[in-house]
């Protein structure tokens, strides 16, 4: 499973795309099929041109990102005359925050350990929790697919909520989980009732709402780790790397999202 998916994340990836069509181009040139290398070397730097257009990435990203009810992106954290954090009037029962990525090889710090999607939407949680006054519980997902498979990403999670001062009774782990169907299957089975919020990456979105449909209007979602803006002006840049691997973030969820649809879980 896990080669299959490194298959698809390399397919997904416009670089990889554009070499592989270049390599298909190059081998029919030696052949009687020269219209056809042609049209796929053609093909491969206009598809590379193309997705290094920050508009292109934009295109492709606001779908997933921009077109989605969500518990509210500015949530603010409010203190009275004494400096102690007053409750959110909007807080959830459960606030559950998915599982991105944590490096358990080399030597390194403890926060560089820790992948840019998973620090924010660690740290929005900790917000959230800070706004509910501490009424929320943390549920945090992700079992055993890290490099080191005895370490389960989970309890990785409960240390660092613990760091920042959330109290152990606060946290809720569910080490279960290679990937975003089964912790959320993992969540499901743990609910009975209350409001959850679902902090992830702004370009699961729509998977999650397909997947959390059996918790009907209690789920609210909070987006971090945007690639777009939501602004879609026409422009023509320089080649952009970002935009390549914006690109690539929005290939990839379109995928996960037919497979969901074709291969209902």
């Known amino acids: 499973m896990d080669i299959i998916k490194s298959i698809v994340v390399a397919l997904t990836s416009p670089l990889t795309l554009a070499l592989l069509f270049l390599t298909i181009g ?16 053609f093909s491969a730097f206009i598809w590379l041109a193309l997705c ?10 606001y779908p997933l990102e921009h077109t989605f009810r969500t518990s509210g992106q500015n949530i603010s954290i409010d203190k009275n005359s ?26 390194m710090t403890e926060v560089s350990r820790w992948s840019e999607c998973s620090l924010q939407r660690n740290i929005e949680a900790y917000r959230l929790y800070t706004a509910s006054a501490g009424k929320a519980k943390i549920i945090v997902t992700g079992g055993n697919f890290l ?15 613990v760091s ?18 089964e912790e959320v299957k993992a969540v499901i089975g743990f609910y009975q009732q209350g409001d959850v919020w679902v902090v992830s990456s702004a370009t699961h979105l729509t998977r999650l709402s ?19 803006n939501g602004n879609l002006t026409p422009s023509v840049t320089l080649p952009s790397l970002s935009a390549l691997t914006s690109c690539q973030h929005a290939f990839y969820e379109y995928f996960a999202l037919a497979k969901l649809y074709l291969i209902p879980q």
């Open 210 to 228: 397909i997947l959390y449909e059996p918790l009907g209007e209690n789920i609210w979602y909070q987006p971090v780790d945007f690639h777009s």
């Open 52 to 61: 290094s257009q920050t508009f292109f990435a934009d295109l492709m990203l």
């Open 147 to 161: 490099r080191e498979k005895e370490v389960e990403y989970a309890l990785k999670a409960v240390d660092f909520f």
């Open 26 to 41: 190059w081998i029919l040139a030696f052949t009687r099929a020269r219209k056809t290398s042609r049209f796929f070397r």
């Open 82 to 107: 004494h400096g102690d954090v007053e409750q959110n009037s909007a807080s959830p029962d459960y606030i559950h925050v998915l599982a991105c990525y944590y490096n358990t090889s080399g030597n």
């Open 164 to 181: 920042l001062g959330v109290p152990q009774e606060d946290l809720i782990a569910l080490p279960n989980g290679k990937n975003t169907y």
